[in-house]
T-cell receptor, first 111, second 111 residues
Framework: DTGVSQDPRHKITKRGQNVTFRCDPISEHNRLYWYRQTLGQGPEFLTY????????KSRLLSDRFSAERPKGSFSTLEIQRTEQGDSAMYLC?????????FGDGTRLSIL | DAKTTQPPSMDCAEGRAANLPCNHS???????VYWYRQIHSQGPQYIIHGLKNNETNEMASLIITEDRKSSTLILPHATLRDTAVYYC????????????WGLGTSLAVNP
């Protein structure tokens, strides 16, 4: 499968713990996006990379959130000191500047 | 970016055409109209996009009104696998291309 891959698919953790998600974009896609989706809502933009440069961050991305794309390929999204409100689906998408192709997301549940 | 309005839900009989409307009265002249869908527990999937002219691909047809204030996505012969949430949105070429999602239309295709 050469689509966007996200790992893990599901993550259950206790409040206050740190979690990290990984996204592997489609090969040679230079743009990578992170979105968050809560139940019944459309996805909300979090941040965007062009190659390894993080070019935009949403106000939704508090200082507990950090995203990296060190070599311009895969990306990680870390949430520190998780809170109840962080429970959501975290979606990754990649593109070459046009269509965005999405992974199936990581569903985070905070106990 | 254009604000879009869609009906929250629609029903369609299997084998019939599904016509999903979208209002985007604030869309700017160079902003494309994009349609994605999201099947339960999966990431969003691109369907079609257009600027001014009507478009057709293997999945659907897109009809854009002459004033570009609204559009209709047509699934010509809906199947049960087309049951999903359908999102329309505007996307201006040349910017970071982040997608601004609304609440979408939940389409139920009934046998």
């Amino acid at each position: 499968d050469t689509g966007v891959s996200q790992d893990p698919r599901h993550k259950i953790t206790k409040r206050g713990q740190n979690v990290t998600f990984r996204c592997d974009p489609i090969s040679e896609h230079n743009r990578l996006y992170w979105y968050r989706q809560t139940l019944g809502q459309g996805p909300e933009f979090l941040t965007y990379f062009q190659n390894e440069a993080q070019l935009e961050k949403s106000r939704l991305l508090s200082d507990r959130f950090s995203a990296e794309r060190p070599k311009g390929s895969f990306s990680t999204l870390e949430i520190q000191r998780t809170e109840q409100g962080d429970s959501a689906m975290y979606l990754c998408a990649s593109s070459t500047g046009g269509l965005q192709y999405f992974g199936d997301g990581t569903r985070l549940s905070i106990l | 970016d254009a604000k879009t309005t869609q009906p929250p839900s629609m029903d369609c009989a299997e084998g019939r055409a599904a016509n999903l409307p979208c209002n985007h009265s604030t869309i700017s002249g160079n902003e494309y109209v994009y349609w994605y869908r999201q099947i339960h527990s999966q990431g969003p999937q691109y369907i079609i996009h257009g600027l001014k002219n009507n478009e057709t691909n293997e999945m659907a047809s897109l009809i854009i009104t002459e004033d570009r204030k609204s559009s209709t996505l047509i699934l010509p012969h809906a199947t049960l696998r087309d049951t999903a949430v359908y999102y329309c949105m505007g996307d201006r070429p040349g910017n970071n291309r982040k997608l601004i999602w609304g609440l979408g239309t939940s389409l139920a295709v009934n046998p």
